[in-house]
């Protein structure tokens, strides 16, 4: 397999200097959105004091974002598809940096929750048209594997880089400045875009389906909201309704792509097997690593007592490892055939897991760092050469949806092992706590810190000791279920991927040179 995808990757037109400088366009604005993103984790308590924002408030503050993200990325992938992914991507630019102001500047709470929703419709376009941009502009399979795993490095990069950043903006400047580190990315993105990235439409992918865009708002937005409102405050009524109500319009979604001569997602991608197992490893890995991460940094600033910068600096090794491994999978793939690369890196991230869940509450930071490291190291191939799977499975028309769908396992799997894998930790957390704890420390480690902090001191180092000692356990419990689903993937993936060619368009697809191209300079 290792030689078809050479032998495939030298048939392919090669990308010049003008396309790499193009990539450079792109992932910049990547990294300092993703930063603009997860810096908010820090801000929310200098967010909240300066505006006075309930609990209630500082939730729909962090998670209108991740709302409209979601619910409109397929919306958006497709959308480029059809208007042209450089005019879309601009436009997203222009919103985003405009609402960025906007919300920096915002004098109420809901008048940020409402930016924030807002932001996470314009950063809908982000993420798909850059995916698409790239795929197009690397033909070449083995260019667009490194390009990609540049652009992964970048975003991963700004999720470990966002609390350092925030740190340094909030110990000189007002809450709302690291709400505008994202602006001058736009700026840049607003005027070598033009010059740089070519444009791509697809001139005869057909109209927009108002009814199918409706039907994917609403199955998305009560799923995701219910996975949230799970591992927020547990299993209730409520979220577990929404969570049914999504799937069962999900399923009629679904069902009317699958009439549509021209539907939002084409249903069709699925038949390929390469396709839909690249596309699951990766919703799985997503899914795992998302709530480990969260896991690891309660762990560090809870458990080990470090404040949120310096547990940032304490995540940097793991930074540095990504960014190894997502540009090292694409050269090593030359040598050995992806389902092997996948399959053992796969493997490599329960190890590090392992080394994760060694961790105790006494133990040196480095312990759950460097197994977090070597997990990281592990995940390289299966998101960068998976990625190149979905996107190489289908014609350069299809790209912006094919790039969506990628981006949207990418959410759903964060949200869901939050709420799963949260769940579970919690549960355990829980169950190691004697009864006669204060209720507020049987909710979170936060709320047993908070609850010692006002016992008298003998009262309050012992419950700090066993909440400290639960959570661990929680986190172990956790660690050591994600690296047996790892397992059982990279045996799937070895299973499903080890025989088959690289990736084709489908063969009822309409040909690549359909296509419409408009140069940079046009």
């Given at each position: ?33 993703s930063i603009?993103v ?14 006075h924002?309930?609990?209630t ?9 991740g ?6 990325m ?19 630019g ?7 102001v906007?919300?920096a ?74 709400l ?7 700026v ?5 875009g033009p ?23 609403t ?14 405050r ?6 577990v ?12 979604f ?18 390929n ?14 899914l795992?690593?998302g709530?480990?991460m ?7 600033q ?9 547990a ?17 999978s694409?050269?090593l793939?030359?040598r050995?055939r992806?389902?092997?690369?996948i399959?053992?890196g ?12 060694s961790?105790?509450?006494e ?6 760092v ?19 799977m ?22 759903f ?7 799963a ?5 919690t ?9 006669s ?16 902090a ?20 929680g ?20 299973g ?6 690289p990736?084709a368009?489908?063969s ?15």
């Amino acid at each position: 397999m290792s030689q078809d995808l050479t032998e495939s990757a030298t048939e392919a037109p090669t990308a010049g200097r003008r396309e790499w400088l193009g990539l450079a366009v792109l992932a910049l604005p990547t990294l300092l959105v993703s930063i603009d993103v997860f810096v908010m984790l820090l801000a929310l308590p200098s967010i909240s004091e300066a505006l006075h924002a309930s609990s209630t408030e500082q939730l729909w503050i962090m998670d209108a974002y991740g709302f409209m993200l979601s619910g409109f990325m397929v919306t958006m992938g497709t959308l480029g598809d059809r208007i042209g992914r450089r005019k879309l991507l601009l436009i997203g630019g222009a919103a985003f940096g405009t609402i960025s102001v906007i919300a920096a500047y915002s004098s109420g709470p809901l008048q940020l929750i409402v930016a924030r929703g807002a932001l996470g419709i314009a950063g809908a376009t982000l993420a798909p048209s850059t995916l698409a941009l790239i795929s197009n502009m690397f033909r070449n399979a083995a260019q667009r594997g490194v390009a990609i795993g540049i652009w992964f490095a970048c975003f991963m990069g700004g999720a470990v880089l966002g609390p350092v950043v925030g740190g340094a903006m909030l110990a000189h400047f007002w809450w709302g400045s690291v709400l505008l580190l994202g602006v001058p990315a736009m700026v840049l993105l607003l005027i070598l875009g033009p010059i740089l990235v070519p444009e791509y439409r697809n001139p005869g992918a057909g109209r927009l389906d108002p009814i199918s865009v409706g039907l994917s708002l609403t199955a998305i937005l009560p799923i995701v909201y219910g996975l949230k409102e799970v591992a927020h405050r547990g299993v209730a009524a409520g979220p577990v309704l929404a969570t049914v109500l999504g799937i069962g319009v999900g399923l009629v979604f679904l069902a009317r792509q699958r009439r549509l001569e021209h539907p939002l997602v084409d249903v069709r991608l699925f038949r390929n097997r390469s396709f839909s197992t690249a596309l699951g490893t990766m919703f799985g890995c997503t899914l795992l690593a998302g709530a480990m991460m969260l896991f690891i940094t309660e762990y560090l600033q809870l458990v080990k007592g470090l404040s949120p910068l310096r547990a940032a600096f304490w995540m940097l090794p793991a930074v540095a490892a990504t960014s190894i491994t997502f540009l090292g999978s694409p050269h090593l793939a030359k040598r050995v055939r992806p389902a092997y690369l996948i399959a053992g890196g796969l493997v490599l991230s329960a190890v590090g897991l392992l080394i994760v869940v060694s961790a105790r509450p006494e133990s040196s930071p480095w312990v759950i760092v460097a197994g977090w490291a070597v997990m990281n190291i592990g995940a390289g191939p299966t998101v960068t050469l998976g990625t190149n799977m979905v996107l190489g499975a289908v014609p350069p028309e299809r790209a912006g949806s094919a790039a969506a769908l990628n981006e949207t396992a990418g959410e759903f799997g964060f949200a869901l092992g939050i709420a799963a894998l949260g769940s579970i930790g919690t549960a355990v957390y829980r169950s190691h706590l004697p009864e006669s704890a204060p209720p507020a420390a049987r909710e979170t480690l936060a709320g047993a810190v908070s609850s010692a902090a006002r016992l008298p001191s003998q009262a309050g180092a012992t419950l700090l000791e066993q909440a400290r000692d639960a959570y661990t356990a929680g986190l172990q419990t956790a660690g050591l279920l994600a690296a047996v689903v790892l397992a059982g993937l990279a045996a799937l993936v070895i299973g499903v991927l080890r025989r088959d060619r690289p990736p084709a368009p489908p063969s009822d697809a309409p040909a690549p040179d359909h296509t419409e191209y408009v140069g940079a300079s046009d």
